[in-house]
């Protein structure tokens, strides 16, 4: 009997080192985060956001500044015909509506003949990242506040998409929160790239990016521990090679894409997307510690895609894997379990096989 519980006790120890939990994340919790943060009538007069529109010129698109005000309102509805489709873009901290990430992101919206509309928030973010961080909020509530006054203009709920990257995330799903409670209408879409962790890991769900604000609510997972959150936050999903970090050679060399190219990748992959709808192919998985390590590929897989051909009625989490370079999709050959799983890549770079050197 003394033997057994030897044993026992020997292998709970061996257990417990093993088990290193989970990563605390970067900047888990900020002071401040769950203070009111007001901005002043002057900051609100400064804010405007980018309105794009389809043309035949050799652009693709023509464009006007609008201020965040009735004004402004009245210049969104002067130049955008509200019986197409509007997509609502808010990038990340220090990022700008001419940043060539952001123009990239447009433009697949554009060429499908929808409007666009890009909040310009540089000016306001333009601060140390805490401080940036606890403007989301008033600014989110105020760009939800303008997206009702373009709703009572005609803008209808069932053609709004809000997409938001990083920080943006948050503020696009601040703005639907508040959209909602003016119209008591939820926006038909809204997607987060990589959604911001510092500052927002430790809020309550309905205080950061979250599921309640539109019809479908998608999220895509690249640096979850550094730049990113861990948790699944959306209708669907999706942890691009675990979710952690991002894979990137060059010939025969590792191009090392480490916390902040890897919160990058995820705008990539989802331009990219757009252009190849059904290339990013997910395998949905029971959790996130298994889908940290791609461990996924087991029994009947469930598929779902990145992208605009996304399947709401397949609610999730999902892990993709790419290529470590460019178009990074691997189409249905992700559906086959990799032999080092999110780690695959080396192999093109040290071979599993004896060598003389």
């Not at 919790?29 to 980018?50: E, I, Q, R, W, Y």
Request: proline share 6%; charged share 20%; aromatic share 10%.
């Amino acid at each position: 009997m003394k033997s057994l519980v030897v044993i026992f006790c020997m292998c709970t120890f061996s257990i417990a080192r093993r088990d290193t939990g989970f990563p605390a994340g970067l900047m888990a919790h900020c002071p401040g985060m769950t203070k009111n943060t007001t901005l002043s009538d002057k900051t609100k007069d400064s804010l405007t956001a980018v309105v794009l529109w389809p043309s035949n010129n050799w652009i693709g698109s023509k464009e006007v500044t609008c201020k965040l005000n009735r004004e402004g309102a009245d210049c969104v509805e002067e130049h955008l015909d509200f019986a197409k489709k509007t997509v609502v873009f808010i990038s990340g901290y220090l990022d700008a509506s001419f940043s060539p990430v952001v123009r990239a992101v447009a433009t697949p919206y554009l060429a499908r003949g929808r409007n666009v509309i890009i909040l310009e928030i540089y000016p306001i973010l333009h601060r140390t990242y805490p401080i940036a961080a606890r403007l989301t909020k008033p600014l989110g509530i105020l760009f939800g506040e303008f997206l009702a006054e373009l709703t009572r203009r005609g803008l209808h709920p069932d053609k709004l998409e809000l997409l938001g990257g990083s920080l943006g995330a948050h503020i696009a799903s601040y703005a639907a929160t508040r959209y909602y409670e003016l119209t008591h209408l939820k926006p038909s879409r809204l997607t987060g790239l990589d959604p911001a962790g510092p500052c927002f890991r430790t809020l309550p769900r309905l205080e950061r990016f979250n599921s309640d604000a539109a019809h479908k609510v998608d999220a895509v997972h690249t640096n979850i521990d550094g730049f990113g959150l861990a948790e699944a936050v959306g209708h669907v999903d999706f942890y691009i090679n675990g979710g952690e970090f991002q894979p990137s050679t060059f010939r025969d060399y590792l191009m090392p894409c480490f916390q902040f190219c890897s919160h990058v990748r995820s705008a990539v992959y989802w331009i990219i997307s757009n252009h190849a709808k059904d290339k990013f192919i997910g395998v949905k998985c029971d959790s996130v510690p298994l889908v940290r390590h791609g461990q996924c590929y087991h029994g009947h897989l469930e598929t779902n895609v990145l992208g605009p051909k996304t399947n709401f009625s397949r609610p999730g989490i999902y892990y993709i894997p790419t290529l470590d370079t460019l178009p990074y999709y691997m189409g249905e050959k992700g559906l086959i379990r990799r032999q080092y799983d999110v780690n695959n890549y080396l192999l093109k770079v040290a071979p599993d096989e004896d060598m003389i050197i």
